[in-house]
């Protein structure tokens, strides 16, 4: 059974910093770019970060570029989403998920972890 498994949520104040992980099991995803995605209440979700398991190239939403950082433990199977200088606008539920790279389409999905940055 695959899983994507979050964690890292919470509550910070803005200009905090917190880390999120997402651990994957279940299935090789060499042949995966790991994406991070958010949204917030009566918002769509949206992009904001990505990172190719097999290369490690990444790539950022403007709103994030420069304050976050995708990367990734091949070790562990996981992926990291550090997040600094954080903003109340990046109060979302964050979402790890598993795009296959020969299709372009998202396989699999995490459950969620909720980030609240207050003011």
């Known amino acids: 059974q695959v899983q994507l498994v979050e964690s890292g949520g919470g509550l910070v104040q803005a200009g905090s910093s917190l880390r999120l992980s997402c651990t994957a099991s279940g299935r090789t995803f060499s042949s995966y770019a790991m994406v991070w995605f958010r949204q917030a209440p009566g918002k769509e979700r949206e992009f904001v970060a990505r990172i190719t398991w097999s290369t490690g190239i990444t790539y950022y939403a403007d709103s994030v570029k420069g304050r976050f950082t995708i990367s990734r433990d091949n070790a562990k199977n996981t992926v990291y989403l550090q997040m600094n200088s954080l903003k109340p606008e990046d109060t979302a539920v964050y979402y790890c998920?598993?795009?296959?790279?020969?299709?372009?389409?998202?396989?699999?999905w995490g459950q969620g972890t909720q980030v609240t940055v207050s003011s």
């Open positions: 998920a598993a795009r296959a790279i020969s299709t372009g389409r998202i396989d699999y």
